[in-house]
T-cell receptor
Framework: NAGVMQNPRHLVRRRGQEARLRCSPM?????VYWYRQLPEEGLKFMVY????????ESGMPKERFSAEFPKEGPSILRIQQVVRGDSAAYFC?????????????FGEGSWLTVV | TQLLEQSPQFLSIQEGENLTVYCNSS?????LQWYRQEPGEGPVLLVT?????EVKKLKRLTFQFGDARKDSSLHITAAQPGDTGLYLC????????????FGEGTQLTVNP
């Protein structure tokens, strides 16, 4: 998973604050995915983006969560008015192509703790 | 309902033993990937299999994709303490492009 850069690695927020998680994909990759891993659970798909476009957001909660991948700069996962249940590890992954069978590489993750 | 069922959920063995982890589904996947995850880190890709019946070897690890592309297995020969970790299978449905569906994982502990 070398090359997919996420920051911050650890983030503590009080209930009601906003959390912004950043992801820079591997060089040459234009497809970005965000996954969430709750304690003691597997990874759950949230959103899939390509430069300036949201391709699939079927895993995103309907409220408070948003994601973007601008033409320039990293992808950002934004969580507004955080609640304790948002505490989780958020992983970004990237791929070169969209097609099935394509290899996806993960970053080290951003651990969000809501207090 | 979990789309990908991994078994066993936990496995504790002695160094030198062999083990097999299973990943099963009623859905057909265009590809399946195996990852290993250490505490506090992201999943690290071990292998991608795309062809039904495909077998791939990575040192002491052998990965197999079922003929019908609904299941996969990971076999480790002569396990070592360094193999300890969470093993995750993840599949891409033909209709979902590169979006991966993950199993719940198998937590492997190899005791010296």
């Amino acid at each position: 998973n070398a090359g997919v850069m996420q920051n911050p690695r650890h983030l503590v927020r009080r209930r009601g604050q906003e959390a912004r998680l950043r992801c820079s994909p591997m060089k040459g990759h234009s497809h970005v995915y965000w996954y969430r891993q709750l304690p003691e659970e597997g990874l759950k798909f949230m959103v899939y983006l390509q430069k300036e476009n949201i391709i699939d957001e079927s895993g995103m909660p309907k409220e408070r969560f948003s994601a973007e991948f601008p033409k320039e700069g990293p992808s950002i996962l934004r969580i507004q008015q955080v609640v304790r249940g948002d505490s989780a590890a958020y992983f970004c992954a990237s791929s070169r192509y969209r097609a099935s069978g394509n290899t996806i590489y993960f970053g080290e993750g951003s651990w969000l703790t809501v207090v | 309902t979990q789309l990908l069922e991994q078994s066993p959920q936990f496995l504790s063995i002695q160094e030198g033993e062999n083990l097999t982890v299973y990943c099963n589904s009623s859905s057909v996947f265009s590809s399946l990937q195996w990852y290993r995850q250490e505490p506090g880190e992201g999943p690290v890709l071990l292998v991608t299999v795309v062809t039904g019946g495909e077998v791939k070897k990575l040192k002491r690890l052998t990965f197999q994709f079922g003929d019908a592309r609904k299941d996969s297995s990971l076999h480790i020969t002569a396990a070592q303490p360094g193999d300890t970790g969470l093993y995750l299978c993840a599949g891409a449905l033909e209709t979902s492009g590169s979006r991966l569906t993950f199993g719940e994982g198998t937590q492997l502990t190899v005791n010296p």
